[in-house]
C-alpha cells in the first residue's frame, strides 16, 4: 500500500460544464454509468487541440519551446463560455518537475491567457547525464532508507531554474511514519539530492507530534452517540432478491454518533462495508500491517447491516467513522460543485483503517486513492484520527493532488515541509474540511470554523482560521512577510486560510453556532464578508482553474480575484472584498516579492 507513487502523464481528459461553473460531468467515468455522448469527446479533443496550439503561438506567454510536449490533464468549460485546459510538459521525451500549466481560452477557442509554474527556460542547460541511473538508485535509497521501485530521467523545472536530473520512486521507506513511499530527486550532473518528499499527505506534522511529546499532552478525543440523519442513504427495492444490492444500514462510530450507512447486500443475510450509491466507496481492514495493496485489506461484512459499537474494542467502530467521513467529503463536493470523487472521474475513494503497528497519524496516499488510518500508539494518541474534519482535510489533498498539484518547496531531514505552495495546500485542506463540516452538519460533530477541535487537545483546536496565530502548537501565522517563503507549512497555511475566513464571515468578533470568533486584519481596517457559500466557490473555481503546482499567496490572491471576476464579475462586492480579505493579510499587489519560485 505505502508504494512509490509513479505520477503518470498519460492522464484522461475529463470535462466539466454546468450552469453554475462549479459542476460537471467527468469523461472518463460518468456518475450515470453510461458512455459521454461522442460529440462531447469530440468537443474536448478540438479544446485541447485549440489550447496546445495556442500554448506554441504564445510561447512568449506560456515559456512552451521547441521539444516541449503537452498533455492533457483536464478540460474545463465554464457556462459563460470561458475553456481551461490543464497540461503537464515533457521536454524531448522526459518528464517536466514544475513545467504544468493551465491554457485559458474563450468560447472561440481564442488564446485568452496561460497560468504557468514555470517562469522561465525549462531547457536544461546541460542535455547529457553525469551520473548514472544505477548511482542515483543508490543515492537515491540511502537517503529515503527504503527500496527502489523505478528511476527516470527528468527535467527539475522548480525553483527557478532547470537542470536534468533522476527522479527516483522510493518504496518501504523507514524515514516516514508507516514505512511510506518517497519521491527523490537527484541531480543529474553532480549527483546531489535536490528534493526528498513523502507521497502521502500526514495530518499530524513530525514538528507537532514532537511539540505534543514535550509538552506531555494526550490525546483524548471526545465521543458522542446521537443519531444522525442520511444524506443519500439508499433502500433496497421492495422485494428484490437479486443481489448485490444497496442497502441501508446503521453505524455506531467513535465521534459522529449513531450515522446512516449505505453499504451493499450480498445475501439475504450478508452485508458489506461499500457504498454503491457513491461509486462503490469502501473502508476495510489493515489488520495492523501495511498491506501491499487495499484489495489484500480485509472485507468489513455484517449478517446485520449494524456496524461498531462506539469503542475501539469493535473494529468495526473506526470504520464507521471514515467511511461517513469519506462519504460525507464525497457527497460535499458533488453537491457544491458536481465534483463525481476526488479526482472528477467518477470512482469512490476508499480507506484502510487500523492500519499499520502504533502509527498515530492519517494520511491520504495519492499511490492508490486512499485514507490510512492508525489506531494510535497507545501512548499520547489513544484513538484512531477518523474525525470527520481530519478525513475531509486529507481526502482535500486529494482533491489539490488531482488538479493544481501545490508541492512545498523544501522538506527537512524529519519529514517537515516549508514553502508557500505547500502552506497553501494545506490551508485549502483546512478551508474544505471545514466546509465539508457545514455540509454533513452532524449534531455531534457541529460544524465551525475549527480544524481538529475533537482531538481533545489543550488548546481546544489544531488549527483555527479567524485567528490563526492562537495555534501555539503549530506557531500558525496571521499575516504574511517575506518570512512566510520558508514557513512550516502548517505554520504558513494560517495566511489563506485567514484571507478565506474574513472573505466568508468579515472581521471582528461575531458567534457563529456555539463558537465565537475574532478576527483581526493587519492594517485595523474592516472587511464585510460575502458569505460561506460564495467564498468556498471562489476558492474551488480558483483552485480548479487557476492554480499550479508554484501558487504562492500572491498568485493565490490573482487566482481568487480571476474566479470571483469569472463569477461575479470585476465590479461587483464580492471581487472587491476578495482583493480586500487579502489585503487585510498583508497580500497585496504592491507588496508581490519580485524574486518569486
Known amino acids: 500500500m505505502r508504494r512509490a507513487h509513479i ?48 500554448a506554441f503561438a504564445h510561447a512568449a506567454a506560456t515559456g512552451v519551446a521547441p521539444g516541449d510536449e503537452l498533455r492533457a490533464q483536464d478540460v474545463l468549460i465554464d457556462p459563460e463560455g470561458a475553456r481551461h485546459v490543464r497540461f503537464v510538459r515533457a521536454h524531448r521525451g522526459m518528464p517536466v518537475l514544475g513545467g504544468d500549466l493551465v491554457v485559458h481560452l474563450t468560447e472561440r477557442l481564442r488564446y485568452a491567457g496561460v497560468t504557468r509554474a514555470a517562469d522561465h527556460s525549462i531547457a536544461p542547460a546541460a542535455d547529457e547525464a553525469q551520473v548514472t541511473g544505477r548511482q542515483a538508485e543508490e543515492t537515491a535509497a540511502d537517503v529515503a532508507q527504503g527500496s527502489v521501485k523505478s528511476v527516470e530521467l527528468v527535467v527539475d523545472a522548480r525553483r527557478g531554474a532547470s537542470a536534468l ?181 467518477g470512482k469512490g475513494a476508499r480507506a484502510l483503517v487500523h492500519f499499520g503497528n502504533k502509527v498515530a497519524n492519517a494520511f491520504w496516499d495519492p499511490s492508490c486513492g486512499c485514507m490510512l488510518y492508525g489506531d494510535g500508539d497507545g501512548e499520547m494518541f489513544k484513538k484512531p484520527l477518523v474525525v470527520l474534519d481530519v478525513t475531509g482535510h486529507e481526502l482535500t489533498h486529494g482533491v489539490v493532488d488531482a488538479t493544481a498539484r501545490l508541492e512545498p ?124 457559500a460564495k467564498a468556498t466557490a471562489i476558492f474551488y473555481r480558483a483552485l480548479t482553474r487557476y492554480m499550479v503546482s508554484t501558487t504562492d499567496f500572491h498568485d493565490a490572491r490573482t487566482a481568487t480575484l480571476k474566479a470571483a471576476k469569472d463569477l461575479h464579475g470585476l465590479n461587483s462586492t464580492e471581487y472587491k472584498t476578495v482583493n480586500r480579505a487579502w489585503a487585510a493579510v498583508n497580500v497585496t499587489k504592491a507588496n508581490t516579492p519580485a524574486d518569486r519560485h
Open 7 to 54: 505520477r503518470s502523464l498519460a492522464v484522461a481528459v475529463a470535462v466539466t460544464t454546468a450552469a453554475t461553473g462549479l459542476t460537471g460531468t467527468a469523461l472518463a467515468g460518468p456518475a450515470t454509468g453510461t458512455e459521454p455522448a461522442s460529440a462531447s469527446v469530440a468537443s474536448a479533443s478540438s479544446i485541447v487541440d485549440a489550447a496546445r496550439a495556442a
Open 165 to 345: 536530473a533522476y527522479e527516483v520512486h522510493i518504496s518501504d521507506s523507514d524515514t516516514a511514519e508507516g514505512g511510506g513511499s518517497r519521491t527523490v530527486v537527484i541531480d543529474a550532473l553532480t549527483g546531489k539530492v535536490r528534493s526528498n518528499t513523502p507521497d502521502s499527505e500526514e495530518f499530524l506534522s513530525p514538528d507537532l507530534v514532537d511539540t505534543l511529546r514535550e509538552r506531555g499532552e494526550t490525546l483524548e478525543p471526545a465521543t458522542g452517540t446521537a443519531s444522525e440523519p442520511s444524506g443519500l442513504a439508499a433502500t433496497p427495492a421492495p422485494g428484490a432478491a437479486r443481489y448485490p444490492a444497496p442497502a441501508t444500514g446503521t453505524g455506531t462510530s467513535l465521534f459522529a454518533g449513531k450515522v446512516t450507512l449505505t453499504t451493499t447486500r450480498t445475501a439475504r443475510t450478508s452485508y458489506v462495508l461499500k457504498d454503491p450509491s457513491r461509486w462503490g466507496t469502501e473502508t476495510r481492514d489493515a489488520k495492523g500491517g501495511e498491506p501491499t495493496s487495499f484489495a489484500r485489506g480485509k472485507t468489513f461484512t455484517s449478517t446485520t447491516n449494524k456496524w461498531g459499537n462506539g469503542t475501539v474494542a469493535n473494529r468495526a467502530s473506526a470504520a464507521v467513522d471514515a467511511q461517513y467521513g469519506i462519504t460525507k467529503t464525497l457527497d460535499f463536493y458533488k453537491k457544491t460543485f458536481g465534483r463525481k470523487g476526488i479526482k472528477n472521474d
Open 409 to 532: 518547496t523544501r522538506v527537512d531531514a524529519q519529514g517537515n515541509q516549508y514553502g508557500e505552495a505547500g502552506s497553501l495546500n494545506e490551508s485549502l485542506a483546512d478551508i474544505f474540511g471545514s466546509a465539508v463540516e457545514f455540509s454533513a452538519n452532524n449534531p455531534k460533530n457541529p460544524p465551525n470554523y475549527l480544524v481538529g477541535e475533537k482531538l481533545g487537545l489543550d488548546q481546544k483546536f489544531l488549527r483555527r482560521l479567524d485567528r490563526p496565530s492562537l495555534d501555539v502548537l503549530e506557531g500558525a501565522i496571521d499575516y504574511w512577510s517575506p518570512a512566510v517563503y520558508d514557513a512550516e507549512v502548517h505554520a504558513g497555511s494560517g495566511v489563506s486560510s485567514h484571507a478565506y475566513y474574513l472573505l466568508a464571515e468579515g472581521s471582528g468578533r461575531k458567534k457563529i453556532g456555539s463558537v465565537t470568533y475574532d478576527s483581526p486584519t493587519y492594517d485595523g481596517l474592516p472587511v464585510k464578508g460575502i458569505g460561506r
